[in-house]
């Protein structure tokens, strides 16, 4: 469902004539979907799998129930049923938060993101799920059994990390379901996916909550280690604060390695150069329990 950003742009205008004259800006980092920015004042996106079509619609109804009760801002986004479906928002005031930019953050930054982070998962996880229930939300994508991600993604692996791939899945099936429950999750947040202040050193919102609905409290972890590791540390230790519940760094570690090998897997030859793939998983390796 690939797209470029001509089709893209004759898409958007066909809905919107009015934008003719804005100017159109591919963003091209989103897994799940492709975006366009228009006139630095408006959000396109487009699903890039099957599986991505429903979960615009049914972003647009959570986020219209969750928006006042939740301490970041999040898009109030609008769903077009097209055909080609899209959904769109209002842009949030910021810009994606990468690697690099978080290492150059100072340490109070730091910590007030993480801060921010985790007080915005605290507030997700107590929702009461009810409202979100009637919304349409249901569980988050299950993912395929361990195994099954191993067979996927062993044969296009280099031979040196094949037996750590071997042992993360055989680890990660040993797992037993999560201790600390089924809560309503983002599950998504890396920094794509973030609308930071770099000049105030500030996280002003979060969008993209096609991932979210109700799942694995420790799968919440796994994204912001895509900003650094040193981040996802920060956050658990707060969250802990904030609520009391001792999270399990292990299981954590291994789920995080187990998506950097489920999506290496399921991935085409193209999306591995374009999203760094295998350096996601290499990288990963050293963290593993």
């Known amino acids: 469902m690939e797209a470029g950003l001509e089709a893209l742009r004759a898409t958007i205008l066909a809905a919107f004539p009015n934008l003719s004259d804005a100017r159109f800006v591919l963003i091209a980092d989103g897994w799940e979907s492709q975006a366009v920015d228009v006139d630095d004042r408006l959000i396109f996106r487009f699903p890039r799998f099957e599986r991505g079509i429903a979960a615009l ?161 420790h799968r919440d972890f796994l994204a912001p280690s895509f900003i650094a590791p040193d981040l996802t540390v920060r956050m658990m230790a707060q969250y802990e604060a904030l609520t009391g519940l001792r999270l399990d760094r292990d299981r954590i570690a291994l789920l995080t390695g187990l998506q950097r090998l489920m999506e290496f897997g399921e991935s085409t030859d193209a999306q591995i150069v374009e999203f760094g793939l295998l350096r996601n998983l290499q990288e990963w390796i050293p963290h593993l329990p």
Request: hydrophobic share 45%; glycine share 10%.
């Open 57 to 217: 619609e049914r972003e647009a109804r959570l986020l219209a129930v969750i928006a006042p009760m939740v301490p970041l801002a999040v898009p109030r986004t609008h769903f077009h049923p097209g055909p080609p479906c899209f959904a769109w928002h209002a842009k949030l005031p910021g810009g994606t938060l990468l690697p690099a930019g978080y290492a150059a953050l100072p340490e109070a930054a730091r910590q007030r993101l993480a801060e921010d982070l985790a007080g915005f998962q605290v507030a997700l996880h107590g929702l009461d799920p009810a409202p979100l229930r009637q919304a349409g939300i249901g569980p988050v994508w299950d993912w395929p059994a361990p195994d099954s991600i191993l067979h996927e993604a062993l044969p296009r692996l280099p031979p040196e990390l094949r037996s750590a791939a071997t042992r993360l899945a055989a680890d990660c099936a040993a797992l037993p379901p999560d201790p600390a429950g089924i809560v309503f999750g983002h599950f998504d947040t890396h920094g794509w996916n973030l609308a930071f202040d770099h000049a105030a050193g500030r996280l002003h919102g979060v969008f993209d909550f096609g991932s979210s609905g109700f799942g694995p409290r």
